[in-house]
């Protein structure tokens, strides 16, 4: 195991607001699936709280642009979850509650063990992959890099 963890972070426009009875579905999910993410193999954390619980959004942007950031031991651990967990149905379902952008939705990157990302540097992370493309620094899932053997790699 590297010195290293993956952190993730994907943010999703909804195409109603999460109290209409379009998103019913999703939203009355909520609970069970971040349930399932925190007791899945490899999870180590996420954030919780006002912009983060997808019923509570951030008062700063959009109100109909959900965050979620999470921690994992390895970009296998949340892929198991995201695509080969009940979660995987929501992932296919998408279209039924967001919009899409046509931007990069999703960024990774790997951070030193025992640390936290915040959500300004989950916002920056995302703006970087959407203005320089994938490389270590941020990332996705169809370009993935591995954890770097040194922390300098990330600077």
Not at 112 to 127: H, S, V, Y
Not at 144 to 154: K, V, W, Y
Request: glycine share 6%; proline share 6%.
């Amino acid at each position: 195991m590297s010195g290293f963890h993956l952190a993730q972070f994907n943010i999703a426009r909804l195409i109603a607001p999460i109290e209409a009875p379009e998103s019913a579905e999703f939203r009355e999910a909520l609970d069970r699936i971040n349930a399932l993410a925190e007791a899945s193999p490899g999870f180590i954390w996420r954030a919780t709280g006002t912009g983060f619980d997808s019923e509570i959004p951030a008062d700063d942007i959009d109100p109909m642009i959900l965050a979620n950031l999470s921690v994992w031991e390895s970009a296998e651990a949340l892929a198991a979850f995201a695509y080969r967990s009940a979660h995987g149905a929501f992932v296919k379902r998408g279209s039924a509650w967001f919009g899409s952008s046509g931007l990069p939705q999703v960024v990774m990157w790997w951070i030193p063990a025992a640390t936290l990302p915040t959500r300004d540097e989950a916002f920056a992370r995302l703006e970087r992959l959407r203005s320089d493309g994938p490389g270590v620094h941020a990332f996705d899932f169809k370009s993935r890099f591995s954890a770097p053997a040194r922390l300098e790699t990330l600077a």
